[in-house]
């Protein structure tokens, strides 16, 4: 059994864990014409394994196509850095290409960060001026200032680019980028949201083996049509050595019981059920809760004490400990 909730990457062994949605087909015929998508999903939806498996089928299919994890970069220079980078080292793009793009590039000095960020963007047109042109797929980016900055100030610089661009984000900040002018640099704009009871059953057919199909039914109706979720009641059913029901009932009692404390740790505790573990410093949960870290802090301390969460202290940057909470197992007793 393969329950693990990483995204799969790019390779053939994975592909056959793959699950594929409507929404594949959709994003390789918009790469092969050549068209920018915006790609917009919740947290754990399978936008990376979308993004790594239209790849490897481009890839196969002789199109030259380049995966950039765009959350490594911090401004829109260093990202167009990541880019270049990525395809200097892009094992599909023809040699020559890989050649330009693998040069080390130096802006001209003393012209200023917006300057040096054109020169930038000029030494990764295509130097044979060939209508060939390569798929990006990005999976993420830097910030909803940083989408702004790119795909709106510079929209025409990178629309002169050899490149379409299928662009993932968090459905939260799609906003940014369809404020104009970015609204204008996406052909297409695409929703991934929750898989269907058959995608569902179809992705777990690939990792366990089929015999209570009752018991699987259960699983993806508590799921919501989120892919890692789901992977997760999975792991905890089949691995951690529980009975569906029993893991189904200790989830119901520990949503009752956190809504009993407070309306901030009923919404808490659903966005941990939904990504298996976190801490009060995790960006991406307090922005989609809203919170500062100190109100986070707060209420994961709430759950804790009513015994809905537990924790384990991790090492974090710089060596500096962490508390990471993950929901309790057995939820708490009636």
Known sequence: MELSGRPLIDTAADARLYAPRGEHRILKSSAEQRLNVLLAGARGSGKTTLLRQVLLDLRNGGLPAVFVDGKLATDAFSFLELIRFQLGEAPNLPQALRERYGQIFTPRP????????????????????????????????????????????????????????????????????????????FDRQIDLGPMTPQEQFSLLEQRVPITNRSGLESLIDASEGNPRLLLALARDAFEGGRGIEDLLESRARREKAAARISRPASMLLAELENMGSASASDEELLKRLGWTRPRATQVFRELEESELVTSREVKGHGGRPRKVYQPSRGGPVE
């Open 110 to 185: 003393n012209l200023g960060r917006a300057s040096a960020l054109l020169d930038l963007i000029d030494s990764m047109r295509n130097p044979q001026e060939e209508d060939d042109r390569t798929t990006l797929l990005i999976d993420g980016l830097p910030s909803p200032e940083v989408a702004h900055v790119l795909f709106g100030r510079l929209r025409d610089e990178l629309w002169q680019l050899p490149f379409n661009w299928i662009i993932a984000v968090d459905e939260r900040e799609r906003a940014a980028l369809m404020e104009p002018p970015a609204d204008a640099f």
